[in-house]
């Protein structure tokens, strides 16, 4: 007797044209199909989706897309099943990953044609994360191609087209179904501050707003994938393209830090750590970048040397002391005077909504009693954004170049708690693990 397999917990049948206009035998694919899964099931098989082709402009035909099939294998279909159609196979991918997100539901079995596993592992690196756990079964499909013209400098596959150009297709297909996605939460939205010099410094603070991200925590502008996460590649990076496109710069110059929580910090153009939560440059047209979703995202710059800085500043990176590490480094690379240097301490958790084990707050008590509130309660309330700014003023940054939550700002006010507005902002604190990313980004202009 057939084991009962437990380890999935959605199925995916993947019976599309490739992208080549490749007319696969329905009825022989399905044949393939029901083997497979009688194979791997003896009764309960997961909810599944067959993921067909269909042309925009046969939109709503073909109601009887899987006639093929017989009655009796769809019957063994007891959890049900769901046809979703559409000419891109990113469209199809994404809806089927967002209903399966709303179920929180990460095991997944594909069932494909041999011939489209090269595409299809595209698809499922660029549009999901190692949280998703994917079991492949593939079979030997015979396909007949329609009007197939390969580059000529292609290495062709025994069907006629070659691993780079399924490639090609799955990305121009990602890239084409993103652009199309309307902005979620309103219209991109960046802060700035009056501290920075425009004329000098392009710069700004992001929000949750204007970007594509569908998943709750992360709706909107997230600009951090991560394995831990549910927001994939593809969408993180159509996320930045429009960050770009609405800032004023270009997303392949872009340069973020590498988070480490601590107080490591990058030059640009010299050799690079292998973690570093600062990063300094003096480069143009090169825009560097820190995240920020609670911690702290902080901005540097001299106007006089024309240098600028970037750092990431959680509880640990500012015991450690990365604000004043990117400072002194901006010192003692470029030559910045201590008195010309600006720092603008971006959204982060405030002490309304921050709290750490009491022997950790006895740290930030030590730098100034005014840091934590209700020290002797097991879980006191820590002022991270002061006692950076405490430690800055000590390390020789005057009070009147540091913009923070005790500075009033003239006009967009970048120093919120991020807790406190969810409608504006990601937080760790308030979200839990499956939390998005805004940043904190600043490039010396031409």
């Known amino acids: 007797m057939v084991e009962e397999s437990v380890n999935e917990e959605v199925v995916l049948i993947d019976l599309f044209d490739s992208g ?11 044949n393939h199909v029901w083997t497979i899964i009688k194979k791997r099931y003896s009764t309960n098989v997961p909810f599944t989706f067959f993921m067909c082709h269909q042309k925009a402009s046969c939109e709503g035909s073909n109601p009887n897309l899987l006639s093929e099939a017989t009655e009796a294998h769809f019957d063994y279909l007891k959890n049900g099943y769901k046809v979703v159609k559409d000419s891109n196979m990113a469209a199809i991918l994404y809806s089927i990953k967002q209903e399966i997100d709303a179920l ?12 489209r ?3 299809m592992d595209i698809y499922v690196e660029n549009m999901f994360t190692p949280v998703y756990e994917f079991m492949l079964e593939c079979y030997k499909m015979h396909c007949e191609m329609d009007n197939i013209t390969p580059p000529c400098n292609a290495k062709q596959t025994s069907n006629g087209i070659s691993d780079e150009d399924y490639k090609v297709i799955a990305r121009k297909n990602m890239r084409t179904y993103f652009q199309s996605l309307p902005a979620l939460k309103g219209d991109l939205v960046i802060l700035k501050s009056q501290l920075i010099p425009e004329e000098t410094f392009l710069h700004g603070f992001t929000t ?10 992360l709706s909107g502008l997230n600009l951090f994938c991560s394995p831990k996460r549910k927001d994939p590649k593809a969408v993180v990076e159509e996320n930045f393209c429009r960050l770009g496109k609405a800032a004023g710069f270009d997303p392949q110059t872009y340069v973020p830090i590498k988070v480490d929580h601590a107080a490591i910090v990058k030059i640009l ?4 750590p292998e973690r570093y939560d600062g990063i300094i440059t003096n480069q143009k047209g090169v825009t ?22 970037a750092a990431h500043s959680g509880w640990k990176g500012t015991l450690l002391g990365v604000s004043m590490a990117t400072v002194n480094t901006m010192v003692s690379e470029y030559q910045c005077d201590m008195k010309d240097i600006l720092v603008v301490l971006g959204p982060s958790v405030g ?6 084990k009491r022997e950790e707050a006895r740290a930030f008590h030590d730098i100034d009693p005014q840091c934590v509130r209700q020290i ?9 954004r002061r006692a950076t700014r405490i430690l800055l003023e000590r390390g020789g940054i005057l009070p009147h170049n540091i913009q923070d939550d005790t500075i009033a700002d003239k006009s967009q006010n970048v120093t919120l708690c991020t807790s406190c507005h969810p409608e504006k902002f990601f937080s760790h604190v308030r979200d839990g693990e499956n939390f998005g990313t805004q940043i904190c980004f600043i490039a010396i202009r031409e």
């Not at 080549?20 to 399905?30: G, P």
């Not at 929180?104 to 011939?115: A, F, S």
């Not at 560097?288 to 800085?309: E, H, S, Y």
């Not at 002490?351 to 750490?356: A, E, G, M, Q, S």
Request: hydrophobic content about 35%.
């Open 376 to 384: 002797e309660s097991p879980r006191p309330y820590v002022d991270i």
């Open 104 to 115: 929180d539901i990460n095991k997944i079995l594909l069932i494909l044609p041999q011939e």
């Open 269 to 272: 153009g010299k050799t690079e």
């Open 117 to 119: 596993r090269i595409q």
């Open 351 to 356: 002490p309304c909504c921050f709290t750490l």
């Open 288 to 309: 560097i970048a820190a995240p920020g979703a609670d911690c702290i995202p902080i901005l540097f710059c001299d106007p006089v040397k024309k240098a600028c800085g």
């Open 20 to 30: 080549y206009h490749i007319d696969v035998d329905k009825h022989k694919a399905l």
């Open 208 to 217: 949750r707003c204007g970007g594509i991200t569908p998943i709750p925590t």
